[in-house]
């Protein structure tokens, strides 16, 4: 599914469009962009047309672009899959493919924002989410939006010709209400 517009304080969340497809198959032709993501290859525009309209009626996952609010412009994406409606949990992932914009809190922001559509708006109890090792950056981003340690996956991920591990996070409802209260 495509997900709805969030506004957030920096940045705007909304559905990914055609448009956006030129911008993200620059980033996936960028091996620093894609180095801990687990598929890094460029894909074909006809590869990515198709992509966006699986992902469109895709009813275990829902997808956004991340747009920087001050200049519109799109820095990443972020989405909810392999939702498994029964238990109630799902996966999470992000990337922002804008170099430039690294650094900038905006992950932290996306991060925050689909947490809060997941338990809010569908329902969900849990999500969980993985990062390589050395990316300690979205590792951060996810312990301050709530995530924690649930697990490590040991020597899972090859960058570079050497094995890193594979962190595993995860942030209950419960825990995020009660994070949020004290905000």
Excluded at 120 to 143: C, F, M, W, Y
Aim: hydrophobic share 35%; with cysteine; glycine share 12%.
């Amino acid at each position: 599914m495509l997900g709805p517009v969030i506004e957030g304080e920096r940045i705007r969340l909304e559905p990914p469009r055609a448009e956006h497809l030129a911008t993200y198959g620059r980033w996936f032709e960028d091996m620093e962009v894609t180095r801990y993501l687990l598929y890094r290859h460029p894909f074909t525009h006809k590869g990515e047309a198709d992509w966006l309209e699986r992902t469109a009626a895709d009813e275990k996952g829902v997808i956004w672009a991340i747009l920087a609010k001050t200049s519109g412009r799109v820095v990443g994406t972020t989405a909810l899959h392999d939702i498994n409606w029964r238990s109630r949990y799902g996966m999470s992932g992000i990337v922002i493919g804008e170099k430039d914009e690294w650094g900038k809190g905006y992950a932290g922001e996306a991060m925050r924002l689909r947490t809060r559509y997941a338990f809010r708006e569908l329902g969900l109890q849990k999500l969980i989410t993985t990062v390589v090792g050395p990316n300690d950056a979205s590792r951060r981003g996810l312990e301050r939006a709530g995530y924690r340690q649930c697990g490590l996956y040991r020597h899972h991920f090859l960058v570079d010709g050497q094995w890193h591990d594979m962190w595993i996070g995860e942030i209950f409802k419960e825990d995020w209400e009660a994070q949020e209260g004290r905000a």
